[in-house]
Structure formats: structure tokens, C-alpha cells
């Protein structure tokens, strides 16, 4: 499956952004999804995950209530609405697509994702 990540750009602290990822190639509700980021010197992070059918979804604490991780299996899309943006959110955001179903024990792990887009860059000013 290829994966095209779009939406990053520079935001004021407080404001949103959506993140969209569209996927192509294999059914997209056979794959699992997910949204990592890797901000200035740091390692790539889990951000959020979602299931196949969108019925079940993860979140990395620091996120929990301000971002939303959804998906659109008929578009082939998942989203990531992201809301109260701080400073520390800035990254380069990517989507990554796993083949098994989601895991309540892996989801947070880069090595549980098969397929990883291009990412997309977020810049929240202070």
C-alpha cells in the first residue's frame, strides 16, 4: 500500500490542524492505521492508532483530548484532527499502515507498522 500524508503547515499555539493520509493499493480496511511524529532531535513517536473498522483507537497521553484519529474506508483515508496545539506538538507527522489488526498490546510500536507515507510537517508558534 502506498500512503500520501497531507495537511501539516504553521499554526499559533491554541489553533488546529487535520492531517489527512490517503492510501492506495490494498483494501484499506484491511489495514490497521496510525499517526507518529518525530519532532527536532528526537526518535519518531506514537501519536494515535485506529482499527481497521474505526471502532477502536489509541492515543499517546500527551494528546489524549485534543487529537482525534479517525478513518474514512470508503475514501481510503485516515485523519488526524488535532486541536490546542502547543509548541512541543511540532514534528513531521507520518501515517503508517499495519496488516494485522490492531493490537492492544503493539500498537505504539514503529515495528508493528508495515507501511509508512512520506510524513507531513507541523510547526506550532509560541
Known amino acids: 500500500v502506498q500512503l500520501q500524508a497531507s495537511g501539516g503547515g504553521l499554526v499559533q499555539a491554541g489553533g488546529s490542524l487535520r492531517l489527512s493520509c490517503a492510501a492506495s493499493g490494498r483494501p484499506f480496511s484491511q489495514y490497521t492505521m496510525g499517526w507518529f511524529r518525530q519532532g527536532p532531535g528526537k526518535e519518531r513517536e506514537f501519536v494515535a492508532a485506529?482499527?481497521?473498522?474505526?471502532?477502536?483507537?489509541y492515543y499517546k497521553d500527551s494528546v489524549q483530548g485534543r487529537f482525534t484519529i479517525s478513518r474514512d474506508n470508503a475514501k481510503n483515508t485516515v485523519y488526524l484532527q488535532m486541536n490546542t496545539l502547543k509548541p512541543e506538538d511540532t514534528a513531521v507527522y507520518y501515517c503508517?499502515?499495519?496488516?494485522?489488526?490492531?493490537?492492544?498490546?503493539?500498537?505504539?510500536?514503529?515495528?508493528?507498522?508495515?507501511?509508512w507515507g512520506q510524513g507531513t510537517e507541523v510547526t506550532v508558534s509560541s
Open positions: 485506529i482499527s481497521r473498522t474505526g471502532g477502536s483507537t
Open positions: 503508517a499502515a499495519d496488516g494485522g489488526p490492531l493490537s492492544g498490546t503493539y500498537y505504539d510500536r514503529l515495528s508493528e507498522y508495515d507501511y
